[in-house]
Nanobody, 125 residues
Framework: VQLQASGGGLVKAGDSLRLSCVVS????????MAWFRQTPGKEREFVAL????????AFGDFVKDGFTISRDNTKNTVSLQMTRLTPEDTADYYC???????????????????WGKGTLVTVSS
């Protein structure tokens, strides 16, 4: 299973950005999908997840109203829409997948099976 994230870039504080992750080599609709982020010297941080049928989403504690996660099972794609970005949102953003969600520890990176390479988001002040 391969995950390819894209959509990162340099934006200004208050701007919006949409990240996408395309999954190949597996049956996309079987996977719970998630986004994590990481900055140098820090642990990878859970951002959001969405279940297989888009019936459930969850967000990291730091996320307020500005982030939305969605998926399109016809296009094997999961997206993260981020609005009202701040410099604190600067990070490498990673998408992840698992067939069986660990309900207790899903915020922990090693409970996710598949990972893509990161896409860098830089928010200037």
């Amino acid at each position: 299973v391969q995950l390819q994230a894209s959509g990162g870039g340099l934006v200004k504080a208050g701007d919006s950005l949409r990240l996408s992750c395309v999954v190949s080599g597996g049956i996309f609709r079987r996977y719970v999908m998630a986004w994590f982020r990481q900055t140098p010297g820090k642990e990878r941080e859970f951002v959001a997840l969405i279940d297989q049928l888009s019936s459930r989403t969850a967000f990291g504690d730091f996320v307020k109203d500005g982030f939305t996660i969605s998926r399109d099972n016809t296009k094997n794609t999961v997206s993260l829409q981020m609005t009202r970005l701040t410099p604190e949102d600067t990070a490498d953003y990673y998408c992840a997948a698992t067939m069986s969600l660990n309900e207790l520890d899903y915020t922990i990176p090693n409970t996710w099976t598949y990972w893509g390479k990161g896409t860098l988001v830089t928010v200037s002040s």
